[in-house]
């Protein structure tokens, strides 16, 4: 395991940096794409995020890092196993796994074990990338660019955190919950509108054209390379803040309350905007319940609302092609109109 | 020194630098086949160990994995290394232009994995001036460095290999590290990397990284401003999107450079000794910085600008953007590797490529079990041979590409350009939910301009048609030449080109750009003629007011379908793409 850049010493990119949060201490809010430039620091805010979560514990030897206290939940390996033997946990870090864009079926989901069968005649399943991401994090750089059945069966498994195998003689399920995170550039080409809207948050990054803030950004980044061990040792005490602030936040979640008013202030923010379907009230309820709870506030108020509503509505409008103003401008336009200011 | 001589020099530089620093990663060369480009890989293999990767590797060969062929012949599992696991030396691609997304993106996600070993990887784009290349590409955006092999006489070439060394055993990666970088001078870096449009971070810090391992080399602890103006050279320039506009662009073609070599801040070569550098006047500016500062950054500028080809200047001028990470879709160059399943097939070629279907595979040998003398007894094992493996065979989707050829002279202008404009639209709005990609190509004055390399972003393709300007006379025969060109790339990337032309026919701009009318429309059913031999679909929409024979009869050259604008309703359009 090498070093990983900081999260706390990612230098802007702020909508970014707080969706990823809020995706990770609300698994239910789905997945994050990341729209943008190249080189803006994706694939580091990702691992930098995994990195500073607490340690998962896993279940010495399963190919599945199936969680030893949620016993009801064990994959079929170790339900064979725990009979027979006590099964030992061990702990190691989110696992964050990158999902490359030629990758096949087989690779993704999983399929027969070609070794075991052709030598040893067993028919075994091998595991591939989804439950390798089984409770850490699945990266797809250009997503855009990924093939439609894929992304499709991509987000299916997101949302249900099963993987169902049927295919090589083979019927097989297995946990995979992770949290789905795609990048891509929309200029290179377009997510189908269906596919967008099954990710829970959406946001723009763009790179800095601020000198100063490129300067920064190339300076933190070249002392990092330059000693690693040191760099992290120096942001330590703010990476443990955050890594504290996402425990606590999952803490009171369940606590957070939402009024009928801030419900109702949700739906009509969804009405104005046209968003087809509850998925987009649904995803922005949850979100602000997360942001309210990273904020350490225990009632959903509209300030929450404000914040989150971009990043959880841009993707889902319904859109003319030809109509290139931004999603932004126009969810920020819906929340003046139905009189939710900047609080 | 002369500029192939300087290229070679700067090359070089570059393989010292590669080999000085892992961190670097690699480097993209771009090369037409030839002496030059076998001399670098000879320089090359004296430094590193090379590891080839033919463009058309297997994801399962890259990444390793077990050997079925040799697996069923011994009987036991027999392993075979991936290519990228090599531990050390250089993975050298050739033909990188040819790489599909698939191994593109394996090795833009190799690149990214901090756990890979120090290997670095060395990428050959061969693409000639017209074709589309690697250089704007993700995997592009990870390799730190960019040259442009030189073409060179061979007595030349073998001079210069024999006398300039690569120099990379010298300086440690520790050294590098203790390579002071002051702020003025990052600031430089930064302001240039600005100014040419190079937004990515990712290069920005490839620059600061190659300068320091450049002072490294040479003996220094702290970055200078030669140092620098490697960096700009070998990362920041490549990546330019936009020419400073300060500069007049005629002073920055190469072919005015001789006279540049008598400035003093032409880069110093930069193989020689030390010592040398330490005594040129830079040294002494660099240390009283307030004064200098402006200097540093004009130099810096310069030094960039010596390195672009003339045809990068000459199209990043006139506004043009080549983008076509797009066209590099899985679907195009595919192995039949993906895509939705349709059944199975025999393996064609080396089944190395392809994953076994095991299920499939073990249903043909199972009839002939009997015929092979093991009747299940004996060896307990099935015999399975090579005539009964089975692939999937996996179905991609065909895309189609709609090239937009529009007619932006004046006399189209003066009668419809607008109309065109509104046919285009509705046309664009059938292409998304196709989920076609478009591009467009327009022609007035003398010459036609790709508007817009294919894509499937709308968007764009629609903000470039509103502004889109008329005006000027009529080159119809450069308008098509230009789509035969497009047609051409797009077929070879696999995708389906359709050609719609709006247009009024009175071509009165000659190929050689000289206003002949006889001439003109000659070319023009030249040009027609040829684009119809690529036996592309053509829709001719005639948008003069009134239709006349001679639109109707270069319709007939592009074989195309002819269709004359005023007596149609433009909510048809679409229909008439499709039928």
């Not at chain 2, 961190?23 to 890989?41: E, I, M, N, S």
């Not at chain 2, 402006?294 to 810096?300: A, F, H, K, N, R």
Request: glycine share 6%; aromatic share 2%.
């Amino acid at each position: 395991m090498s070093t990983v850049f900081p999260f706390s010493a990612i230098v802007g990119q702020e909508d970014m940096k707080l969706s990823l949060q809020m995706a990770a201490i609300d698994a239910s809010i789905g997945g994050v794409l990341v729209l943008g430039d190249r080189g803006t620091g994706k694939t580091t805010a990702m691992r930098a995020l995994a990195a500073l979560l607490p340690p998962i514990s896993v279940v010495e030897g399963c190919r599945f890092a199936c969680n030893p206290a949620d016993e009801a939940n064990l994959c079929e390996e170790c339900q064979a196993r725990a009979p027979s033997e006590t099964l030992n946990s061990v702990s190691r870090g989110t696992p964050v796994v990158d999902l490359p864009l030629g990758a096949s079926e087989d690779r993704v989901v999983g399929a027969l074990d070609l070794e075991k069968a052709l030598t040893a005649g067993i028919k075994e399943f091998e595991p591939g990338l989804l439950a390798a991401a089984n409770r850490g994090f699945l990266y797809i750089d250009e997503v855009n660019l990924l093939e439609d059945h894929l992304v499709d069966l991509l987000l299916d498994v997101a949302v249900s955190g099963t993987n169902v195998v049927e295919r090589d003689g083979l019927s097989i399920r297995h946990a995979a919950k992770f949290l789905l995170v795609g990048s891509g550039n929309p200029e290179e080409g377009e997510l189908r509108p269906q596919l967008l809207d099954r990710f829970g948050l959406s946001v723009e990054v763009t790179t800095p054209q601020d000198i100063d803030q490129r300067m920064k950004i190339v300076r933190l980044r070249d002392e990092f390379e330059q000693d690693k061990d040191a760099f992290v040792a120096k942001f330590k005490s703010h990476d443990a803040k955050i890594s504290q602030q996402i425990s606590d936040a999952k803490a009171i979640l369940a606590d957070v309350e939402v009024t009928d008013d801030a419900l109702r202030t949700i739906s009509e923010l969804c009405v104005a905007l046209g968003t087809d379907g509850l998925r987009g009230e649904l995803t922005l309820l949850r979100s602000c319940r997360a942001y309210a709870a990273l904020q350490g506030d225990k009632k959903v108020n509209t300030s929450h609302i404000h914040r989150v509503a971009a990043m959880s509505l841009r993707h889902r409008l319904r859109r003319d092609p030809l109509d290139d103003s931004g999603s932004t401008v126009r969810v920020e336009r819906a929340i003046e109109s139905v009189g939710l200011a900047a609080a | 020194m002369s500029e192939g001589a300087q290229r070679w020099a700067l090359a070089t530089t570059a393989l010292s630098l590669l080999k000085a620093d892992p961190t670097l990663k690699g480097l993209l060369v771009g090369t037409a086949h030839g002496p030059v480009h076998q001399a670098f890989a000879a320089q090359i293999s004296e430094q590193f160990p090379i590891t080839h990767i033919p463009v058309s590797v297997s994801i399962e060969r890259l990444n390793g994995g077990l050997d079925i062929s040799q697996t069923l012949a011994a009987g036991k599992p027999v392993y075979q290394k991936g290519l990228l696991d090599t531990p050390e030396g250089v993975l050298l691609v050739n033909g990188a232009e040819r790489l599909d997304t698939a191994t593109s993106s394996a090795l833009s996600a190799h690149l990214d994995n901090p756990d890979t070993p120090d290997t670095r990887l060395v990428v050959m784009d061969e693409s000639t001036e017209d074709e589309i290349g690697l250089s704007e590409s993700a995997l592009a955006d990870r390799l730190a460095m960019m040259i442009e092999l030189p073409t060179l006489p061979l007595a030349q070439l073998q001079a210069l290999v024999n006398e300039q060394a690569i120099d990379g055993g010298t300086t440690s990666v520790d050294a590098i590290a203790m390579v002071e970088l002051s702020d003025s001078l990052l600031q430089e870096i930064a302001l240039l990397a600005n100014r040419l449009g190079v937004d990515s971070l990712r290069s920005l810090l490839y620059a600061v990284r190659v300068a320091r391992a450049h002072a490294a080399l040479n003996g220094r602890n702290e970055v200078a401003v030669e140092d620098a103006a490697i960096a700009a050279q070998l990362v920041l320039a490549p990546r330019a999107t936009m020419v400073d506009q300060s500069q007049n662009p005629d002073e920055e073609e190469p072919e005015d450079q001789p006279n540049d070599t008598d400035t003093p801040e032409e880069e110093p070569p930069p193989d020689q000794a030390p010592e040398d550098q330490q005594q040129q006047p830079e040294q002494a500016d660099n240390n009283d910085q307030e004064d200098s500062t402006q200097d540093i950054g004009e130099q810096l500028l310069e030094a960039a600008n010596a390195t672009l080809p003339q045809n990068v200047i000459a199209d990043l001028v006139r506004g043009q953007k080549n983008n076509r990470t797009a066209g590099r879709d899985a679907s195009a160059t595919g192995k039949g590797q993906s895509g939705r399943p349709t059944g199975v097939r025999r393996p064609r070629g080396s089944h190395r490529n392809q994953r076994l279907n095991i299920v499939e595979t073990l249903k043909a040998a199972a009839p002939k079990q009997r015929l092979r003398d093991n009747p299940f007894n004996g060896h307990q094992r099935l015999k399975i041979r090579l005539e009964d493996f089975r692939v999937t065979r996996y179905k991609q989707p065909t895309r189609t590409t709609t090239v937009f050829v529009v007619d932006a002279s004046g006399s189209a202008a003066l009668h419809r350009l607008a109309e065109a404009k509104g046919a285009v639209e509705l046309l664009l709005a059938e292409c998304y939910v196709r989920r076609d990609r478009v591009a467009m190509i327009s022609f007035k004055g003398t010459e036609a301009n790709l508007e817009l390399p294919p894509t499937r972003s709308l968007v764009r393709a629609k903000r470039g048609l509103a502004g889109l300007p008329g005006g000027g006379g009529t080159p119809l025969a450069a308008g098509l030449d230009l789509a035969n060109q497009v047609v051409q790339q797009l077929k070879q990337a696999g995708e389906t080109p359709v050609v719609v032309i709006m247009t009024d026919g009175k071509a009165n701009i000659a190929r050689d750009g000289q206003g002949s009318r006889v001439q003109a429309m000659e070319d023009a059913h030249d040009s027609a003629k040829r684009l119809a031999a690529t036996g592309v679909k053509c829709l001719f929409i005639d948008t003069a007011p009134r239709a006349r024979p001679q639109a109707r009869e270069l319709a007939q050259s592009l074989q195309a379908r002819y269709l004359p604008l005023p007596s149609m309703d433009s909510q048809n359009l679409p229909d008439l793409i499709r039928a």
